[in-house]
């Protein structure tokens, strides 16, 4: 895989100069609005005083970590807020492979391109287990993987791209791989508002020293722009972390965390329900055009993709060009997550034309 570039770059910039009118299913930016409290935290930072604008403390607005060690239910010192999921998922990995217990990541496959991009970054090496066909990852697979090489596993669930929710077994079952081989499990949790299966476990629930668990407001929020997310370490991963957070970033914006914790303290449950549904209206009339276009198709559990395969017509990123071109629908190719899934394409259900984009698809296959 080529991380120099990223994929993603090439198809939203080939989408953006499109002659034609093209639907972009591209990127995980939502297109729902923000709750209404996150923008009053945001004008109401704006009318604080000079030293609110100073520098936060490194690791978070302390009332913010209050606030995420309360939801999270751990202790305030093992949270540390950071640059949006992404820089959590590096410190987190980071500081798990600096543990020297093993250089070995083992990732899934299909996976999200960032993590073997920075398992690449920090001189790890990657190894794939496949999940199944459904998306679900099988732990003994892991199990059969693992080995004292092995320093670190990272799964992401809800999942990015298979839209699959492991269940409290599957979590189980990696935390106990992970402490049996003296790794860690990080688990990149960013989507844990968009569960549709009412089955998502946390890692967090798992009590253990060999587990860390990231997430972020980029998309609970739809603030993909604002930066912040957060890692919970075990204790003894903590110091470490803040120094590479510190020597690396000095501190997370403080506008976008002022806003944040207002926002997480005034949004209802409504806010986040009602996005579930607007997005289960998506899944739905989008895989039932799916349909009509004789595709194959998963329909997630969570998360807000649909990985689809059209007969003769593979997810190669010329067909993706082709797709732009000729259907007027921009979508990423499988061949960006890995090899399970280089014949398929993924769609983001980020756009309120989902149900046109899927017509257009069924027009041009038929
Ligand atoms: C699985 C996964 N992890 C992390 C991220 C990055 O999230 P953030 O914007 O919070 O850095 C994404 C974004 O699409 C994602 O899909």
């Not at 459904?134 to 809800?158: C, W």
């Not at 929710?165 to 189980?172: G, I």
């Amino acid at each position: 895989m080529d991380y120099d570039r990223p994929l993603f770059y090439r198809v939203m910039r080939y989408a953006a100069e499109a002659e034609r009118d093209t639907i972009d299913m591209v990127s995980g930016s939502p297109d729902w609005e923000a709750p209404e409290s996150l923008r009053r935290g945001l004008r109401e930072y704006a009318d604080g005083d000079a030293d609110s604008f100073q520098y936060p403390p490194s690791a978070g607005l302390r009332e913010l970590r209050t606030e995420i060690a309360e939801r999270r239910n751990v202790d305030r010192r093992q949270v540390i807020v950071t640059n949006g999921t992404g820089e959590a998922n590096y410190l987190g990995m980071a500081a798990a492979l600096d543990r020297d217990r093993g250089e070995e990541v083992i990732l899934t496959d299909p996976v999200y391109p960032y993590y073997p991009g920075k398992t690449d970054l920090l001189g790890g090496t990657a190894s794939f287990v496949p999940t199944e066909r459904d998306g679900q990852l099988d732990p003994e697979k892991v199990r059969e993987a693992a080995s004292e090489d092995t320093g670190l596993i990272v799964v992401n669930t809800p999942n990015n791209p298979t839209g699959a929710v492991y269940p409290r077994e599957t979590m189980e079952a990696l935390v106990e791989v992970a402490e049996a081989n003296d790794a860690v499990l990080l688990a990149d949790e960013v989507y844990d508002h968009f569960d549709f299966s009412g089955r998502f476990e946390s890692a967090l629930t798992i009590d253990s020293d060999h587990r860390i668990v990231t997430s972020g407001f980029s998309k609970s929020l739809a603030i993909t722009g604002f930066r912040v997310g957060y890692v919970i370490l075990p204790e003894e991963l903590v110091d470490p972390a803040r120094t590479r957070h510190m020597l690396v970033n000095v501190a997370t914006s403080r506008p976008a965390q002022a806003a944040v914790l207002t926002a997480l303290r005034e949004t209802s449950p409504e806010y986040y329900a009602e996005v579930r549904d607007l997005l289960r209206d998506r899944i739905e009339t989008f895989t039932d055009a799916l349909d009509a276009a004789g595709a194959e198709y998963t329909t997630p559990e969570g998360a807000f993709y649909v990985l689809a395969r059209f007969e003769d017509f593979p997810g190669t990123l010329s067909n993706v060009e082709r797709l732009i071109d000729e259907a007027g629908v921009a979508g990423m190719p499988g061949e960006a997550f890995g090899s399970a899934r280089e014949d398929w394409f993924r769609f983001a259900l980020v756009t309120p034309r989902a149900e046109e984009a899927a017509d257009r698809l069924a027009a041009f296959f038929d």
